[in-house]
């Protein structure tokens, strides 16, 4: 059964960092690319970074490139989303998925086996 378990949200004062991990099972990242999304309220959900099967290819979205970094630990079979100079507009639920490439990365209908999830609120 392939599943994605994210963690590492929490509360953080605008300025701070927080690594997310998604921890992959069922499955090694070998063969999926994984993508970072987040929703807000009210909000649709959006693609924010995504890296490739091989690891060499990464890609962000405008608005955290520079300030979000995307990795993975194959032998941990688990992907980071180390995140610096957060601003209250990054408050959001954060999600992850699997596709086969990062080509649509913005696009969520084309990633699956999603995560539950985890909050990040970056507030003073």
């Known amino acids: 059964q392939l599943q994605l378990v994210e963690s590492g949200g929490g509360l953080v004062q605008p300025g701070g960092s927080l690594r997310l991990s998604c921890a992959a099972s069922?499955?090694?990242?070998?063969?999926?690319?994984i993508g970072w999304f987040r929703q807000a309220p009210g909000r649709e959900r959006e693609g924010v970074s995504c890296?490739?099967?091989?690891?060499?290819?990464?890609n962000y979205a405008d608005s955290v490139k520079g300030r979000f970094t995307i990795s993975r630990d194959i032998a941990k079979n688990t992907v980071y989303l180390q995140m610096n100079s957060l601003k209250p507009d990054d408050t959001a639920v954060y999600y992850c998925?699997?596709?086969?490439?990062?080509?649509?990365?913005?696009?969520?209908?084309?990633?699956?086996?999603w995560g539950q999830g985890t909050q990040v609120t970056v507030s003073s």
């Open positions: 998925a699997g596709s086969r490439t990062c080509r649509d990365y913005r696009n969520y209908l084309a990633f699956g086996s």
């Open positions: 069922g499955f090694t990242l070998d063969y999926s690319a």
């Open positions: 890296i490739s099967s091989s690891g060499t290819t990464t």
